[in-house]
């Protein structure tokens, strides 16, 4: 049963348009039961949000496999991802490039994720209980930012830690709604964006909590 669930959620991405080889098959290889709650494991390949203890939710495979599809990491490079949340993306993203530091707010989220990821050997991603708007200097600069939350401002912090030539991708929200962004830092430090269709993300929280 597992297996047909698995083979009908990488039908259905391709399906909505998800044609990128790597993605789909580091999907495939990253069970998202592994990093929700037992009772919700059954649902793990379904292609719909899961609920997070304490709230938040685990974002749907189609559009992580929409964000990681604008955001194109590859195998040298290292990637900051704002919004921890399961952990989840953080795996599938350690199969697609050299390293990726995940941030959260909420500490019991990050022990919960570390640990997962720790006794499932995703040795490529590590996570700290941050402010993810302020992004990580000890790090800096990334070839890729990925901010899992939906945003109504710049972040300047995010921004200025991108290298030259590096990219973010972001829910973007104004008045029309929300749409997913890329932002690219050009060879003479300017910044472009290009919006890549709409959206659904809970709005990005400042400071920490619990």
Not at 65 to 83: K, N, Q, T
Not at 135 to 152: E, F, K, L, M, Q
């Amino acid at each position: 049963m597992s297996d047909d669930a698995r083979m009908r959620l990488i039908l259905e991405l391709r399906q909505k348009g998800v044609t990128d080889g790597r993605i789909l098959a580091a999907i495939e290889r990253t069970p998202r039961a592994d990093f929700v709650e037992q009772p919700l494991a059954s649902q793990g390949w379904a292609d719909t949000p899961l609920p997070l203890p304490g709230g938040g939710e685990v974002t749907a495979p189609s559009d992580v496999a929409r964000m990681l599809a604008a955001l194109a990491p590859g195998g040298e490079d290292v990637v900051l991802e704002i919004g921890l949340g399961s952990g989840w993306q953080s795996a599938v993203l350690s199969r697609l490039c050299a390293r990726v530091i995940s941030l959260e707010r909420r500490a019991s989220l990050v022990a919960a994720a570390r640990e997962k990821l720790r006794t499932r050997a995703y040795g490529l991603a590590d996570a700290y209980c941050a402010d993810g708007t302020l992004g990580w200097p000890d790090s800096a600069p990334y070839t890729h930012v990925i901010v899992n939350a939906a945003v109504r401002e710049e972040y300047p912090a995010l921004l200025n830690q991108l290298k030259t030539g590096g990219v973010m991708v972001a829910p973007v929200e104004d008045e029309r709604g929300q749409r997913i962004v890329l932002v690219k830092r050009g060879l003479d430090g300017a910044f472009s964006a290009r919006s890549f269709g709409a959206a659904r993300f809970a709005p990005i929280e400042k400071g920490l909590a619990d």
